[in-house]
Nanobody, 125 residues
Framework: QVQLVESGGGLVQAGGSLRLSCVAS????????MGWFRQAPAKEREFVAA????????YFGDSVKGRFTISRDNAKNTVSLQMNSLKPEDTAVYYC??????????????????WGQGTQVTVSS
């Protein structure tokens, strides 16, 4: 099982930037992809971004395209989410996720087996 620990959340003004990081432990990660989802109060968990561990292909949710980027460091078992031009509607708990069983559905919650505890991102207007 992969353990995931997120960091980097916080409070930022609209238009600002934040960088989230997620470290996978429990051995060298060799799964299909790692991703980020978010969940705002009273809303469903929403896909944000994902990256294939081999090859680095990236995927983004429509609401964050052009503002967020995702990257990985295979040697450090780390995935990062750079969030720019933040909006109040980006406020949510952000979760890191890992597809360690090659489900190959990087934009779906069903594609992930392991989840972090989440980190709060709050964007003030």
């Amino acid at each position: 099982q992969v353990q995931l620990v997120e960091s980097g959340g916080g409070l930022v003004q609209a238009g600002g930037s934040l960088r989230l990081s997620c470290v996978a432990s429990g051995g060298t990660f060799s799964g299909y992809a790692m991703g980020w989802f978010r969940q705002a109060p009273a809303k469903e968990r929403e896909f944000v971004a994902a990256i294939r561990w081999t090859g680095g292909r990236t995927y983004f949710g429509d609401s964050v395209k052009g503002r967020f980027t995702i990257s990985r460091d295979n040697a450090k078992n780390t995935v990062s989410l750079q969030m720019n031009s933040l909006k109040p509607e980006d406020t949510a708990v952000y979760y890191c996720a890992a597809d360690s069983k090659s489900r190959a559905q990087p934009t779906s919650r069903r594609g992930y087996d392991d989840w972090g505890q989440g980190t709060q991102v709050t964007v003030s207007s």
